[in-house]
């Protein structure tokens, strides 16, 4: 596992202290309940908005704004320290009404979501750089494009070197299916590096081969290089969509919660007068 | 055509004259001038003729007494024929900075740089081609009767500064401006002088076509490189003047490999052949001196196996074989390398005799030199090493190099790098790879920029203030001369759009193309962009010096960035 990054030690230690400090203060018999709800309310609504302005970070990289380095850090920490407050603003793990279960269900999942999506690249980085074959996202649909082209180059060959079109009817009934679109998702992101899609392709290149002649089976060999290649395309592509693809849910829900959020705060302030 | 087609006449090497106050009795006035009326003028190309050199890669410049004409450390790329006049060269002790009178580097401003949120084009590669029309109409290429910085007290300079004069029909600044180094001395006027002024781009034409200039600029060059690098030395830093004119005359300059090594190189990389190193000092052999890189890049090795094994990549300023040939002194017998020492495509080497050191420098020397190196590692801990190498990657000043265990693919670089130049990545995010280290293809702004060889006309240049290598848009021709000659791929030549979006294009139909990457950010606000944006520190600026040190965390494995 990546190892700690000693410059945000500072960060993680003010934000525990402050942690500390805001549940002491929350437990102190003095304060009235209602400043109590009303102090943890905005505040956790100035750390929500704060959490937000990470992804406006993103969008101002010209600006002079500081690593985005330190403010993942503040935002990972922000988030930590949004959780405590949520609980000592709440009272419990799950409130009461259909408005704040809301949002508290939408608290809950921007957090999940938020963890789930820093562990995925924690792990899945790591994963990428051992699974070698680095391409661009963007480029991958060209790329397995390019390896079909040649699998039907050398399906068409075979054909013509042998006369018989066994190969060619059989791509077409299973292994174009393959080299259409990126397959085995799951075993591709998760697994062994697409171990299944590994056992797949040599079950039916195997199931083929023992149809075709000498001619037809030079080009097997090409079609069984080409789905190592596709493979080793696939496991990028899935690992990378979910790099990329956890942010669809994070980033939607955290803007829901925080409108909800604010809609909350009117709702409070009107009827608290 | 189509009516609506955006056309503009197709850039050509002379659009952008040095000095377009230049005119035709300035050229007949300077062919009479003994430095270029020896020159025979037919032994140029009809493409590139004399005349035309002095009328469009030159450019007088006058300058009153105490005027700067250069200053130590500027990136410069022309060279200078005094006409009249005199110029003083301040040898030792440099100026200080402010008597240099640098300005700061031009930066955007906040809401400069702020305003790239909507100004920013959402079709690629977009230019104002007008701009073009404008440039050239108007063009008076860099000016040359500006106002120059001048030195306050010029007797106080002569007072406490080692200085030399060079009176008319000298040449300086060919150093720089060939070796694409900094200039490596400050010169003002000594009285009211006049300047020929030869952008480099000339200067290679003149050395290339006539023997004479090429003979008088090598000559000079040798000279003056010598001079600058044995004062830049601390063994020799010390000598009297004396006695380190004793030591030039008796050094040995010599040159290895080619000075366009990038093409071999390439050839040699394509066809994954590996390539020849010529030897500068076989390992075995009796010391005969130590050898001083001044330009270019060495290999030190040992022998090992079959082959040699690297042990320290040397660039200008390192310095071999300086432990033998102590020991030799001290001992009184003859010593053999331990190591070979190999040029790395083109390298200037120095090679101070042995009996030259046992005069002026080993009986002052306080302490000893440090061991030679050795091979004490597994050859395992220097894959790394080697790879940069074979890479070249030891030419890198401001390499991207990226962990990928890191590196969460977001693409938050290319963005940010997208963001800062009108919308347009000037970067790839793939490269050559090593283990976990990818070092992606965007300029690393090489110690040695080759891609500055052949620009015909100078578009791509340093940084004067900051050093890094940069493209001046108006002037590129698009002819692809830069991106051909980078060995790493890291240039790359672009369509241009009007600002509608519509491709530009020459009267013949043919798209205008611009040459563009990574000029690290340079008029940005807070450094390269790409860098501040990654938000897992997984991206870096790096020099070869620290790609070098990443191998020892690469082999052990247990430190991270």
């Known amino acids: 596992m990546r190892a700690v990054n000693r410059s945000s030690l500072p960060v993680w230690i003010v934000t525990s202290i402050a942690a500390v400090g805001i ?58 320290l949004a959780l405590v407050i949520f609980r000592l603003h709440v009272g419990s793990l799950w409130p009461i009404g259909l408005m704040h279960r809301a949002l508290a269900a939408l608290f809950y999942a921007v957090c999940i979501s938020g963890v789930i999506g820093y562990g995925l690249q924690l792990w899945l980085s790591r994963r990428l750089a051992q699974a070698g074959n680095e391409i661009i996202f963007e480029r991958i649909p060209a790329e397995i494009a390019a390896i079909r082209a040649q699998a039907e180059k050398a399906v068409l060959k075979a054909a013509e070197d042998s006369g018989n079109d066994t190969l060619g009817r059989d791509y077409l009934q299973s292994l174009a299916w393959y080299f259409a679109q990126p397959r085995f998702f799951w075993s591709c992101a998760m697994g062994g590096f697409g171990r299944r899609s590994e056992n797949w392709l040599q079950r039916n290149l195997h199931t083929i081969g023992r149809y075709l002649s000498e001619a037809e089976r030079a080009h097997l060999d090409e079609l069984s290089r080409l789905g190592a290649e596709k493979r080793r395309v696939d496991v990028q592509y899935a690992m990378q969509s979910l790099l990329k693809r956890w942010t669809m849910f994070h980033v939607p829900l955290a803007a829901a919660m925080l409108t909800l959020a604010v809609w909350h705060l009117i709702l409070v302030q009107v009827f608290a007068q | 055509m189509d009516v609506a087609t955006p056309t503009m006449m197709r850039p050509h090497r002379w659009d952008v004259p040095f000095d377009s106050d230049m005119t035709d009795a300035d050229v007949e006035a300077l062919m009479s001038i003994p430095a270029i009326a020896n020159v025979r003028a037919d032994a140029f190309p009809p493409h590139i003729p004399l005349r035309g050199i002095l009328r469009n890669d030159a450019r007088i410049v006058s300058y009153q007494p105490g005027d700067i004409v250069c200053r130590e450390g500027d990136y410069g790329s022309s060279a200078f024929l005094i006409l009249s006049g005199a110029v003083r060269v301040v040898l030792s002790p440099s100026l200080p900075r402010a008597v240099l009178g640098r300005q700061p580097v031009h930066k955007k401003g906040f809401f400069g740089a702020l305003s790239q949120l909507w100004t920013n084009s959402r079709a690629p590669e977009v230019r104002d081609i007008a701009r073009y029309r404008d440039i050239r109409a108007q063009s008076r290429g860099e000016s040359g009767t500006g106002t120059h910085i001048f030195l306050q007290d010029v007797p106080g300079v002569l007072d406490h500064h080692r200085t030399i004069s060079l009176p008319a029909g000298q040449i300086f600044g060919e150093l720089a401006a060939l070796g694409r180094v900094p200039r490596s001395a400050t010169v003002f006027a000594e009285t009211e002088t006049h300047l020929l002024e030869i952008r480099w781009q000339g200067l290679r034409e003149l050395r290339r076509f006539d023997p004479g200039w090429k003979r008088h600029i090598d000559e000079n060059y040798r000279r003056n490189a010598l001079h600058a690098v044995l004062q830049a030395n601390p063994l020799f830093s010390g000598l009297t003047p004396e006695v380190l004119k004793e030591v030039a005359d008796r050094v040995k300059f010599r040159t290895f490999g080619s000075f366009d090594w990038n093409v071999s190189y390439k050839e040699m990389r394509d066809s994954g052949a590996a390539g020849d190193e010529p030897i500068i000092a076989a390992e075995g052999l009796v010391q005969d001196g130590i050898y001083l890189v001044r330009a270019g890049f060495a290999r030190a090795s040992v022998r090992f196996g079959s082959a040699q094994r690297t042990l320290a990549y040397l660039g200008a300023g390192d310095q071999f074989g300086l432990d033998e040939s102590y020991e030799s002194w001290k001992t009184g017998k003859p010593v053999r390398r331990r190591n070979s020492l190999t040029g790395l495509g083109y390298v200037d080497v120095l090679r101070v005799p042995s009996d030259v050191l046992e005069e002026y420098v080993f009986p002052h020397l306080d302490v000893p030199p440090p061991p030679a190196l050795t091979a004490d590692r597994p050859i395992h801990d220097d894959a790394f090493a080697e790879w940069l190498g074979d890479e070249r990657y030891f030419n890198a000043t401001q390499a991207m190099l990226i962990d990928l265990e890191r ?14 130049h009108g919308g347009n990545p000037r970067f790839v995010r793939k490269g050559r790879t090593f283990d976990r280290w990818m070092v992606a293809n965007a300029c690393m702004h090489c110690r040695d920029p080759v891609c500055m060889i052949g620009c015909p006309t100078g578009a791509i240049h340093r940084h004067e203030a900051v050093g890094v290598v940069v493209i001046n848009d108006d002037t590129c021709i698009g002819c692809g001369t830069c991106a051909n000659s980078c060995p790493y791929d890291n240039i790359r030549l672009v369509e241009i759009a009007n600002p509608s979006g519509d491709a530009v294009v020459d009267a013949d139909g043919r798209a205008i193309v611009k040459a563009t990457k990574c000029d690290l950010c340079v008029e940005q606000l807070g450094g390269p962009a790409c860098a501040r944006a990654c938000p897992h520190d997984a991206l870096r600026r790096v020099s070869a010096s620290v790609l070098v040190e990443q191998d020892a965390v690469t082999a052990t494995g247990t430190k991270r960035l």
Not at chain 2, 407 to 420: E, G, I, L, P, Y
């Open chain 2, 407 to 420: 590196c969460v693919r977001c693409d938050d670089c290319v963005r940010a790098c997208a963001s800062t």
């Open chain 1, 23 to 80: 549940v002491y203060w929350h437990a102190s018999p003095k304060l009235a309940y209602a400043d109590r709800d009303f102090t943890t309310g905005y505040v956790l609504l100035g750390l929500m908005v704060f959490l937000a302005l990470y992804n406006g970070r993103k969008k101002l990289s010209m600006l002079p704004l500081g690593k985005a380095s330190t403010w993942l850090t503040l935002h990972l920490a922000g988030g930590v």
